[in-house]
């Protein structure tokens, strides 16, 4: 079992940057996969970004590239989603990811195994 939690979630004004934090314990960090989604209110929890256990293969959602960039720590456990150029439309419940399948590439996917509780983000404009 592999317990997740986020944190960093907050009040961000558009344009600007926020960094999400996601602590991992229960089992043997660099053994996992990690990633990130996010969830607004009636809609499905979308893709954000998946990251391979070394962190040498990172996919992202079109709709972030270029904007937001995740890494890892292995020596605090800890997995990051860091935020820029924030836009109104990256307002969301934002769900840490580990474990599971994870394909990299051109047709990557990514299905986690183990979810954190979330952390939500608010966008002014």
């Known amino acids: 079992q592999v317990q997740l939690v986020e944190s960093g979630g907050g009040l961000v004004q558009a344009g600007g940057s926020l960094r999400l934090s996601c602590a991992a314990s229960?089992?043997?960090?660099?053994?996992?996969?990690m990633g990130w989604f996010r969830q607004t209110p009636g809609k499905e929890r979308e893709f954000v970004a998946a990251?391979?256990?070394?962190?040498?293969?990172?996919d992202y959602a079109d709709t972030v590239k270029g904007r937001f960039i995740t890494s890892r720590d292995n020596a605090k456990d800890t997995v990051y989603l860091q935020m820029n150029s924030v836009e109104p439309e990256d307002a969301a419940v934002y769900y840490c990811?580990?474990?599971?399948?994870?394909?990299?590439?051109?047709?990557?996917?990514?299905?986690?195994?183990?979810w954190g509780q979330g952390t939500q983000v608010t966008v002014s404009s």
């Open positions: 990251m391979s256990r070394s962190g040498d293969s990172t």
């Open positions: 229960g089992r043997t960090f660099p053994n996992y996969l």
């Open positions: 990811a580990a474990d599971g399948e994870y394909l990299s590439g051109h047709d990557y996917y990514y299905y986690p195994a183990f």
